[in-house]
């Protein structure tokens, strides 16, 4: 079955680059998608990458993915104080009849002022 | 910008009793969405609904559950008898024409079971 897993925490300095990193298994995945989870609130879509591409960017964002090694990161330019949150990584596959999210574990980020 | 909306945002039920939990999804989404996220863990998929039926379900959405569109903007979870393990964040999540597009989930109701 999916797997998808990430590092639990992660803390960076204010104005420094974060990278989040998340693994998955099955190469099937047609989409992968980075959501932000701020405490109390639901799950924020913040981008998305379909699996031909490497790349995207969008603002302070920047997703990368590997498809050979089934790697995705997400890089936060600048990360602010409100950038602290979990960010969760979330794949969806091309199987029929599939169209389910599977999550990872989510990551603890701590920005440090 | 429109957005998926949940009520109640906490629901505190005995054990065994009946529990509807509700959605407004996005007015021109089409596909509609359970999850949940047992405190620690994982946020794991229940159900997706499609053209006013299931289009698929887990292991985890058993007899007890059920979801119904009962008007043209609401999306129901009803879990008949609750259990102490259905403690629980509940979302709700809808996407446009496809389920390839991106998913956009609601705050999410928070269960307690007693």
């Known amino acids: 079955g999916e797997d998808v897993e990430q590092s639990l925490f992660l803390s960076v300095r204010e104005g420094d680059s974060s990278v989040i990193n998340c693994t998955y298994t099955?190469?099937?995945?047609?989409?992968l998608y980075w959501y932000k989870q701020e405490p109390g609130a639901g799950l924020q879509l913040l981008t998305y990458?379909?699996?031909?591409?490497d790349m995207k960017q969008d603002q302070r964002l920047t997703v990368l993915l590997n498809k050979k090694d089934k790697h995705l990161s997400l890089r936060i330019a600048d990360t602010q104080t409100g950038d602290s949150a979990i960010y969760f990584c979330a794949e969806i596959t091309d199987q029929t009849g599939a169209n389910n999210l599977f999550f990872g574990t989510g990551t603890r980020l701590t920005v440090i002022p | 910008e429109p957005e998926v909306t949940q009520t109640p945002s906490h629901q505190v039920t005995q054990m065994g009793q009946e529990v509807i939990l509700r959605c407004v999804p996005i007015?021109?989404?089409?596909?509609f969405y359970w999850y949940r996220q047992i405190l620690g863990q994982k946020v794991e998929f229940l159900v997706s609904?499609?053209?006013?039926?299931?289009?698929?379900k887990s292991e985890i959405f058993d007899d007890q559950f059920s979801v119904e569109r009962p008007d043209g903007s609401n999306f129901t979870l009803k879990i008949r008898s609750t259990k102490l393990e259905d403690s629980a964040m509940y979302f709700c999540a809808s996407s446009r024409d496809s389920p390839n597009q991106p998913q956009h989930f609601g705050d999410g109701t928070r269960l307690s079971i007693l």
């Open positions: 609904f499609y053209n006013n039926e299931i289009s698929e």
């Open positions: 099955d190469s099937s995945s047609t989409y």
């Open positions: 990458i379909f699996s031909n591409m």
């Open positions: 007015s021109n989404h089409l596909y």
